[in-house]
């Protein structure tokens, strides 16, 4: 994948300009030296900016970039915009998504991703079941997502890594300071076999309020997440809840009624907040991620129904799919009942389609 360290957008950034202004801006114009050509009447009348915005983003022209480009590329850092091709799809569809991303690693994203997360007080049940399900999923190529927290984290990061599996770490700091400091050993072996992922800039320290934050790019960038064991008032039920309403899949893990640790899982499980899950083949069976199935795929698929199939790469409705494929309806009906009989594709609330 080729990512542009720091194209002229970046000057935003620096600037401090608001994401929510800046994804503005990317979406009024093609090029960053467009921004210059609208004054601020314009900005201000049209856009509705603030003076204050308006002020950053008028002379961010004479920022130079050549700092941060060279201290960058010294600590083999790379940035990607939400502009740019190679900007995870999932997460580019999630209500919030950082404009910029910090990644130090492997600059792939793929498909067949599941996050994992749970509580920095492991219980011995619940680190064995981490294993477990990391042992399960990775066996099939899924790559394992999570936040390097101590805990169910870190574990899931270490089983993934010790069986050659792929790991992405969202961290909640710039990637030049390493928290928790205890995880050193893994937040180097990620970044040199995995990748390492923030959207703080460099310098940015480890405050508690960024680590909510950043569970929602955990929840972008999966399919779904599995909450391995949590507090009844953990984090992870922070993560489970951005997961449904990101329309992801939350998959728990049932505990001991007698352990607290536990109380968050159990108490989604009767809320039926999630889908109960004892092992990670439940997960694979949830979206068909089995060597078989993806070879049955590759071998039963007509062109225009790969077509559909690689459109649902996040849920869509008939109108988002009729835009994308240009199928007429009639045609893409069809299509997607074959896909359906093929179990490839399901239809789910709303009028909308979802890969299986």
Known sequence: MEVI?????????????????????????????????????????????????????????????DFYREKMLDLNIETISIKEKGYPLYLKNISHPPVFLYIKGKLSFYEKNIGVVGTRKMSSYGESACKKLVSELVGEKVTITSGLAIGVDVTAHRRALALG?????????????????????????ISREGTLISEYPLGTPPNRYNFPRRNRIIVGLTRGVAVIESYKKGGSLITAKLALEENRDVFIIPGFPSYPSFEGNNNLIKGSYGRLITSGKDILDEYGWTRKNEINISLDIGVEEEK??????????????????????????GLLTNLELKKLVRGIAGGKYRRI
């Open 165 to 189: 599996g792929n790991t992405i770490a969202v961290v909640g700091s710039g990637l030049d300071i390493i928290y928790p400091p205890e995880n050193k050993y893994e937040w180097e072996k």
């Open 5 to 65: 360290i720091l194209d002229s957008w970046y000057k935003l950034r620096v600037a401090k300009v608001r994401d929510s202004v800046i994804i503005k801006l990317m979406n009024l114009c093609e090029e960053f030296e467009e921004i210059f050509l609208h004054d601020r009447a314009f900005y201000s009348k049209i856009m509705r900016f603030k003076n204050e915005d308006i002020n950053k983003i008028l002379n961010s022209y004479k920022i130079n970039l």
């Open 308 to 333: 559909i199939y690689n459109a649902l790469v996040v849920e869509k409705s008939l109108d988002e799919l009729i835009k994308e494929t240009n199928i007429p309806i009639g045609k893409l009906l």
